[in-house]
């Protein structure tokens, strides 16, 4: 068992607090790098998929405005074939409203199918009427020279395609209810002499296409949007009762900018772009809503373009992002887990090293001390005595050799056994310790001799007056076996550099002068006389 004494503290606590906390940062780190990569895969995934989303609505957008654009240059054909334009003829008006009934029949996309003259006055008015597409009679057709689309129409040259805002349907000066999202496209018509002779004009069930792009919003929990070109919002389905907005008035508090600034300000200026606002993920691109490919067809162009971009919008509010901030209940156990183990793995290295130490300095102890009362053993003894003799040197000191042996310990071995003998050296030792610890070295020599090595002496009456005071405290009998002993010691002394220059001598002189008081009647101490 280890005994943790201050030097043992002072090994232990610090390897084991760094060992600790580069365990547990290496092991956190790996976590957090782990947990972040995660993080990454997942937001990069994101991003991959709302922008493939916003791709195939565009695909999507395009091929049906393409197919609309197609119909409304069928439509002019219809007309300027059929020469429906001649109001007198009514036959011809007939054959071109046959056409244009049979195209909605067809199509079911177009609310309504007309032909316009320069006046405003509707020719020839096919109406869907919820998939009964019938011609409207004469009596009921109507004059729509103020409305803007057919004002803008009118404008057009040859060649020419207007394209109207998407909105909602207004009849007799009122919204349609139930609301009627819708797009109307126009083209001038022209007689065989190149002379307009009105306009035809194709409102699309805008519905269809919203309704198609709500089905590629699969995940319920993002937010689809689109917006025009004013920033009101088209499709918004977490909050519809924000589309077409524009249609009740001033509602510029409705507008996306108005109710999201912050990422209003990401793509204002952009065309395209993917952010990670706060916790969420932001996919827009733009979109024209036109038929672009009809363009390209020869001494075709479209009209009133700038009026005519959307912005396809995708926000994942609930964005993968890891922080610590966010550690769920498992993570935080993981966390937990990684500590304890820190903690019991930097504690078993920590003991470890600090029992491979013990056993390093029992060893050494072992190497230089003497086993039986734990004072330094000769070998050592002499090691520290050369070593303070060199300071001794630089010093300008002293030091003081004391030679000690025990006086009748053959008598007490044999009276009383090697066991009472081992205790009396253990005693005697101990006396030593306690009387010359400080400024000294203490050894057994072996046997019942005894050595102490005193340096950084000033004056030798100070070592003489230890001895002094140690030989009356000696006097006090040993008790061995619950029985009182006497055992009294000889002495020697002898100085540095007094009595010799190198270790041999100074050791020699001071056995000469134990030996001259064991001569003289024991129990005493001699400095050596030269």
Not at 231 to 245: C, H, M, N, V
Not at 445 to 466: M, N, P, R, S
Request: aromatic residues 12%; charged residues 25%; proline residues 3%.
């Amino acid at each position: 068992m280890i005994t943790f004494n201050k030097s043992n503290n002072l090994f232990f606590w610090p390897r084991f607090i760094v060992l600790f906390l580069c365990l547990f940062s290496f092991l956190f780190s790996i976590f957090y790098f782990y947990k972040y990569s995660e993080s990454e895969i997942k937001i990069n995934q994101i991003k991959t998929e709302q922008s493939a989303l916003i791709s195939a609505q565009k695909k999507y957008i395009a091929m049906t405005l393409n197919s609309i654009g197609k119909d409304l240059l069928l439509l002019s054909d219809f007309i300027e074939i059929n020469k429906a334009y001649d109001k007198h003829d009514k036959k011809l008006i007939k054959l071109a409203e046959l056409n244009t009934l049979a195209l909605s029949l067809r199509q079911g996309l177009y609310d309504q199918l007309r032909y316009l003259d320069l006046e405003g006055n509707e020719i020839i008015r096919i109406n869907y009427n919820n998939g009964i597409p019938s011609i409207v009679p004469k009596d009921k057709l109507q004059n729509k020279c103020n409305r803007y689309y057919f004002k803008d129409s009118l404008k057009l040259h040859d060649g020419e395609i207007y394209i109207s805002i998407l909105d909602l349907n207004i009849e007799h000066g009122e919204i349609e209810l139930p609301y009627k999202p819708m797009i109307r496209l126009a083209t001038p018509v022209f007689d065989e002499y190149g002379k307009k002779r009105g306009v035809v004009i194709l409102n699309y069930l805008a519905e269809h296409l919203l309704d198609g792009l709500k089905l590629f919003s699969l995940e319920q929990k993002n937010h689809h949007m689109l917006i025009n070109s004013d920033d009101y919002f088209l499709i918004y389905d977490k909050r519809p009762e924000l589309e077409f907005a524009f249609m009740f008035g001033e509602n510029a508090d409705k507008k996306y900018s108005a109710i999201y600034p912050k990422t209003y300000e990401c793509f204002k200026n952009r065309s395209k772009g993917q952010f990670l606002i706060g916790s969420g993920i932001l996919t827009f691109d733009s979109v024209f809503s036109y038929p672009k490919n009809v363009e390209t067809s020869k001494d075709v162009s479209i009209i009133n373009k700038e009026d005519s971009c959307w912005r396809l919008i995708t926000f994942v509010p609930s964005a993968p992002i890891w922080s610590l901030e966010k550690i769920e209940k498992s993570e935080l156990l993981i966390v937990i887990s990684l500590f304890l183990f820190s903690l019991l793995v930097a504690l078993l290295i920590a003991q470890l090293q600090l029992k491979k130490r013990m056993n390093h300095n029992k060893i050494k102890k072992l190497a230089h001390h003497d086993c039986l009362t734990g004072l330094i053993n000769r070998g050592y003894f002499k090691k520290l005595f050369h070593w303070k003799m060199q300071q001794a040197r630089k010093d300008d000191t002293k030091l003081a050799l004391i030679y000690i042996d025990l006086d009748g310990f053959k008598d007490l071995n044999d009276n009383f056994g090697h066991s009472a003998g081992d205790l009396a050296l253990k005693a005697i030792g101990k006396n030593l310790y306690s009387a010359f610890s400080e400024n000294a070295y203490v050894a057994r020599l072996g046997g019942d001799e005894f050595a102490v090595l005193i340096y950084d002496l000033i004056d030798q009456q100070t070592a003489i007056a230890q001895v002094d005071q140690f030989i009356k405290n000696s006097n006090a009998p040993l008790m061995l076996e619950d029985m009182p002993y006497h055992l009294s010691t000889s002495i020697g002394i002898a100085f540095f550099p007094e009595h010799g220059g190198c270790i041999n001598d100074v050791m020699h002189n001071a056995d000469a002068a134990m030996y001259d008081i064991k001569r003289s009647g024991k129990n005493g101490f001699k400095v050596f006389e030269i």
